[in-house]
């Protein structure tokens, strides 16, 4: 196996994406230019261990009534405004091919009609704690060029941590060790549903990234159709193995493995790298060693050391313009209908916006939107920076 000579990727170049089909056009020598454009305010990170006014601290109440437990470490309820809802009331949602049929209707009890509008009101909410907005079913279209499907699911929110002021940064590895846990276990409530296609597990970190709480938390949104992004993965992945009868994340892991020059941190069952097709200035992808392709499938050694390596690279990130650094993350594995999936490597994707300091954030705007994504900053010149952070939080140093 050779190596890229570094020299060859300091001028400007497109890169190319295997598990998207896609390009990205490095343009590294526009570091220089000076920037006079939007300044983020910085965040400083003074939050409570408890806010009384947080909807997803211990105890607290929520919008629509509820009150959260006084949960120990993690906790997932149903998201109270989803964007995906089930079947309609007291009607069985169609069954996936070739598997059994869901056991009970979904979404009889509780249900509000999608006349009473948009939040419901609060006092129907109270009434019934299952209550959720269940709009009309929809019919699919296919009319030429105008094509549109029914989509179905289920969203649910996870509480990292009862603590208000950590993040995942902070938490200790056992706790996150917990939130993988946990991660799983909604995995496989949703694939029981009988009916879901696909689980979505996700984490919008800080106001940068549009997240509307501070409280360490994240989503999982599991729908009945798979979405496009991980579609195209699993079709790439597939297409790789049918050619070469070998996984394409492995191979590719192989290869940065070799090189080193993207790798920012790893242990034994994990490599954290900057990919070599990013696009988001500090993005990083999460893979382990071993080839799986299912967060159930971790053994519990590999989800301890998967905690061990997030937090690294968590400490790493704030550590880097000293501030909480802000993220969407992501996991994409294979499908949970029983579809083969050949050639998935489970991931995760971490997409921070910033840039050059903690109130400097990278727009994809402009040729992003029209032509292609674009970026400044190398991925080598970026894992550099990341491998050259402390991973203990610049917090917890004494
Ligand atoms: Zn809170």
Known sequence: MGTVNPALLTGLHRRYNPLLDEWVLVSPHRLSRPWQGQVEPAHADDRPAHD??????????????????AYPSTYAFDNDFPALVEAEPGRKPPP????????QPVGAPGTINVAQGFPPPREALRRDHAAVV????????????????????????????????????RMETTGIRDVADLWAEEV???????????????????????CSNPHPHGQIWASA??????????????????????????????????????????????????????????????????????????????????????????????????CPFPYSMGWHGRTIDGAANPGCRLHAVFYPPLLRSATVRKF???????AEPQRDLTAEHAADRLREQSPVHYLDRR
């Open 188 to 210: 496989e409530r949703a694939a029981r549903a009988g009916w879901l296609r696909y689980v979505q597990v996700f984490e919008n970190k800080g106001a940068a990234m549009g």
């Open 225 to 322: 159709e798979v979405p496009h992004l991980p579609e195209r993965k699993l079709a790439m992945q597939a297409k790789y193995h049918a050619a070469h009868g070998r996984d394409l994340l492995g191979d590719y892991l192989a290869r940065e493995l070799a090189e080193g020059v993207r790798v920012v941190c790893q242990n034994d069952a994990w490599v954290v790298l900057v990919p070599f097709w990013a696009v988001w200035p500090f993005e990083t992808m999460v893979v382990p060693r071993r080839c799986v392709d299912d967060l159930r499938s971790l053994t519990p050694d590999e989800r301890l050391l998967l905690a061990a390596v997030f937090r690294d690279l968590t400490a790493r990130y704030d550590n880097l313009f000293r």
């Open 134 to 169: 269940r709009p009309a079913s929809c019919s699919p279209v296919s009319d030429g060029l105008l094509r549109a499907l029914p989509q179905r699911g289920v969203c649910r929110v996870i509480c990292f941590s009862p603590r208000h002021d950590l993040t995942l940064a």
């Open 52 to 69: 009384p006014t947080c909807y997803l601290c211990p105890g607290n109440t929520r919008a629509n009534g509820l009150r959260n437990p």
């Open 364 to 370: 994809l705007v402009g040729y992003e939107m029209t």
């Open 96 to 103: 996936i091919p070739g598997r059994a049929a869901p056991d």
